[in-house]
């Protein structure tokens, strides 16, 4: 099979590589007919983060299921399917609470599994990992690119939201106007919150964000985006949407905190170690920093409801569609912000 | 009046100050009969922390109330009182919610307030800072000394155990054997935890750990002490509290919390900024970080209640006693770690 295969900084190669197959009784093949590139592709692809020369790309995988091990019970061949960016058993202690992204057998994707950017991956624990889209909008091409973000952003959005406490009434800031910020919005207006204030310095994705749910929006950075949203507030929220990860964005969500406030957190921390997190601002307004790395599995019903019935729709964030031999383009398309999101249909439009 | 002044590392000085006096219609005078010194003193004590020259010290008055200003309603003159280590109005935003700690205006002890190492202070904003010892209760010698560490370190304490959510028949670890760490043993046992591991590294404290309603202690530092409590806890409590704030505990609390769980964090950080605080551990495992300041003030009343009903008592923190010319000497056997907190008499035991 063809497959997108990371070969260094800037290098995304598309390669045919060996297809995956049923090994244990609990895996599944899957066609991957729809997927994305993600802001967390970014980092190696800039190189700032190592990986392996060689190594198949991509985590978002939603496709035709092909062909299931013997004790594979929920999915079966012909079954419409989307994963999120982990694999997990969905019986262990923590699948079971709903921290998958902890789960005791879990597993990523690459490798023999296959990377969500090729033309089939196998799903480790069927299972516990693939979320069966209902036969009646299994084919519906909308809905499918509306449910594709819950494989990642827009569940990593919602963790943001929940991690930060956001409820019925609230006022929250969501720092971050990438595509997880932008699902931050989307998140926080669907559990209620009334006002909704969207940081970000890129003007056309805070137009989406107000289109999104936020009923303000700051495009500024530094000092005066803090200023700013603190100021709108009247001193800060009790609950901030942290959806970047850089330390300096970070430390604005925990400076925008109101006292005794909540930071949910879910961008993947990066130059926290260097630069330093701004520990004695959360020690001494008592902030708390709650989230993670987000436990997207664990959201997938609810949202997919909200996706079927039309109150939910993050399909927007894709600004672009490309082919398999386009994935090398998505990827540029991201890395100078020509494109929010990148949806990839890895056997084309068909 | 004579007061204990800092005069640079390791010189506390007994000198001759200005006395107090009402300043404002909200002030009151406290005659300060008990008061301690505290392991956050020992910060400048040792040259770790700047401070100026000439500065009072000290932070955990009680005593009688001797003046107070016009508009103070709560208490009068002869009132036996003891008051946070922090000032706070009572009335604020943060104070109705009980963050004293966050009061937009509060204050500190030391400076033109005395510090409450002396024999004097002012109390500003009595109503909100001070909290009245009833009658019946206020010369009693016993109770007083179990009263005195809601000052700061049994509120600290029992901050942790609720910011790291500890309920009954919780699991928790509590990382540090000092004067905090020991409370906030107390604090867990007395929110209904059912196993609670004390880990330190001094016998002696672990003992009183013990005695104070630890189920278990570990005598061990490092890795032996994390795997060891890991071990003990089936792979790591969901309720950690941190008593100390070395970036090492506080890192070692988030090594040994479940993932899911919450870090209660309670001692003022030091080392983080240049150890760097262990991000990727509480963003991989969506453990969360709550706690910071303590606001004593909001714990006063339930904690009080309970010692006055004599089931609550940490008093035997209090290794060591001495009088206002004795304050030198007990710096030196707290940092030398023979006293775990030394109670102070200004006026002698009269």
């Given at each position: 099979?063809?497959?997108?295969?990371?070969?260094?900084?800037?290098?995304?190669?598309i390669?045919?590589?060996?297809?995956p197959?049923?090994?244990?009784?609990?895996d599944?093949?899957?066609?991957?007919?729809?997927?994305?590139?993600?802001?967390?592709?970014?980092?190696?692809?800039?190189?700032?983060?190592?990986?392996?020369?060689?190594?198949?790309?991509g985590?978002?995988?939603?496709?035709?299921?092909?062909?299931?091990?013997?004790?594979?019970?929920?999915?079966?061949?012909?079954d419409?399917?989307f994963?999120p960016?982990?694999?997990?058993?969905?019986?262990?202690?923590?699948?079971?609470?709903?921290?998958?992204?902890?789960?005791?057998?879990?597993?990523?994707?690459?490798?023999?599994?296959?990377?969500?950017?090729?033309?089939?991956?196998?799903?480790?624990?069927?299972?516990?990992?693939?979320?069966?889209?209902?036969?009646?909008?299994?084919?519906?091409e909308?809905?499918?690119?509306?449910?594709?973000?819950?494989?990642?952003?827009?569940?990593?959005?919602?963790?943001?939201?929940?991690?930060?406490?956001?409820?019925?009434?609230?006022?929250?800031?969501?720092v971050?106007?990438?595509?997880?910020?932008?699902?931050?919005?989307?998140?926080?207006?669907r559990?209620?919150?009334?006002?909704?204030?969207?940081?970000?310095?890129?003007?056309?994705?805070l137009?989406?964000?107000?289109?999104?749910?936020?009923?303000?929006?700051?495009?500024?950075?530094?000092?005066?985006?803090?200023e700013?949203?603190?100021?709108?507030?009247?001193?800060?929220p009790?609950?901030?949407?942290?959806?970047?990860?850089?330390a300096?964005?970070?430390?604005?969500?925990?400076?925008i905190?109101r006292?005794?406030?909540?930071?949910?957190?879910?961008?993947?921390?990066?130059?926290?170690?260097?630069?330093?997190?701004?520990?004695?601002?959360?020690?001494?307004?008592?902030?708390?920093l709650?989230?993670?790395?987000?436990?997207?599995?664990?959201?997938?019903?609810e949202?997919?409801?909200?996706?079927?019935?039309?109150?939910?729709?993050?399909?927007?964030?894709?600004?672009?569609?490309?082919?398999?031999?386009?994935?090398?383009?998505?990827?540029?398309?991201m890395?100078?912000?020509e494109?929010?999101?990148?949806?990839?249909?890895?056997?084309?439009?068909?």
């Open positions: 099979m063809r497959a997108a295969i990371y070969r260094g900084p800037r290098e995304i190669a390669e045919d590589v060996p297809r197959a049923i090994e244990a009784p609990t599944a093949i899957v066609r991957v007919t729809h997927t994305a590139v993600c802001g967390s592709d970014l980092w190696f692809y800039r190189g700032d983060s190592d990986r392996e020369d060689g190594s198949p790309v985590h978002e995988p939603m496709g035709i299921v092909e062909a299931v091990g013997d004790d594979v019970r929920s999915v079966e061949p012909g419409r399917v994963a960016f982990l694999i997990s058993c969905g019986y262990c202690e923590f699948c079971r609470k709903g921290l998958h992204t902890s789960c005791v057998n879990g597993d990523s994707w690459g490798g023999d599994n296959g990377g969500g950017q090729g033309e089939y991956v196998r799903a480790r624990h069927a299972d516990g990992t693939l979320v069966r889209v209902p036969e009646r909008h299994a084919d519906d909308d809905t499918l690119r509306s449910l594709l973000p819950l494989t990642d952003v827009m569940g990593t959005g919602h963790h943001a939201a929940v991690s930060a406490g956001v409820d019925t009434g609230s006022t929250c800031v969501v971050g106007d990438g595509a997880v910020g932008l699902c931050g919005v989307l998140a926080a207006r559990l209620g919150a009334e006002r909704i204030v969207a940081v970000g310095h890129h003007e056309n994705r137009d989406l964000a107000a289109e999104f749910g936020a009923t303000e929006t700051i495009n500024a950075r530094g000092e005066e985006a803090i700013r949203a603190k100021e709108t507030t009247y001193g800060g009790n609950h901030v949407l942290e959806c970047v990860g850089a300096s964005a970070m430390n604005a969500a925990i400076e905190c006292d005794g406030g909540t930071v949910g957190y879910v961008g993947v921390p990066h130059g926290v170690t260097s630069e330093g997190l701004d520990v004695f601002g959360l020690f001494g307004g008592n902030v708390a709650d989230g993670g790395v987000a436990p997207v599995r664990a959201y997938a019903e949202l997919m409801a909200d996706v079927l019935a039309g109150t939910l729709d993050p399909s927007p964030i894709f600004t672009k569609t490309v082919d398999l031999d386009g994935v090398p383009e998505g990827y540029r398309a890395d100078e912000r494109a929010i999101k990148v949806l990839v249909r890895p056997h084309g439009s068909e």
